[in-house]
């Protein structure tokens, strides 16, 4: 059974930064993009960045040049390091994997329990 397990959540001031991390297991991954998500109240699920099988990847215009999404060799772990956080980066992160990938929610067939970030003013 796959398994993703999101860390790295918390409460922290504006300009400040986080990383979240995202653990994989069940199968194998190699093939497979991991991507991240996040929402907020009362909003759709929003794409974030994901990471390819090959080592590309792809950010939402909102994060560019803040967000960095990086995995490990073994292509089991993925983390997102947010920098220069703002309040409306505010939300639940989940992580989320699949064979598909793309900023859509249905490219992606496993996610995780989310993890929340929230940015004080």
């Known amino acids: 059974q796959v398994q993703l397990v999101e860390s790295g959540g918390g409460l922290v001031q504006a300009g400040g930064s986080l990383r979240l991390s995202c653990a994989a297991s069940?199968?194998?991954?190699?093939?497979?993009?991991m991507g991240w998500f996040r929402q907020a109240p009362g909003k759709e699920r929003e794409f974030v960045a994901n990471?390819?099988?090959?080592?590309?990847?792809y950010y939402a215009d909102s994060v560019k040049g803040r967000f960095t999404i990086s995995r490990d060799n073994a292509k089991t772990t993925v983390h997102l390091q947010m920098n220069t956080l703002k309040p409306e980066d505010t939300s639940v992160y989940y992580c989320?994997?699949?064979?598909?990938?793309?900023?859509?929610?249905?490219?992606?067939?496993?996610w995780g329990q989310g993890t929340q970030v929230t940015v004080s003013s």
């Open positions: 989320a994997l699949g064979p598909v990938g793309g900023a859509r929610p249905g490219g992606y067939n496993y």
């Open positions: 069940g199968r194998a991954f190699g093939d497979y993009f």
């Open positions: 990471i390819w099988w090959n080592g590309g990847t």
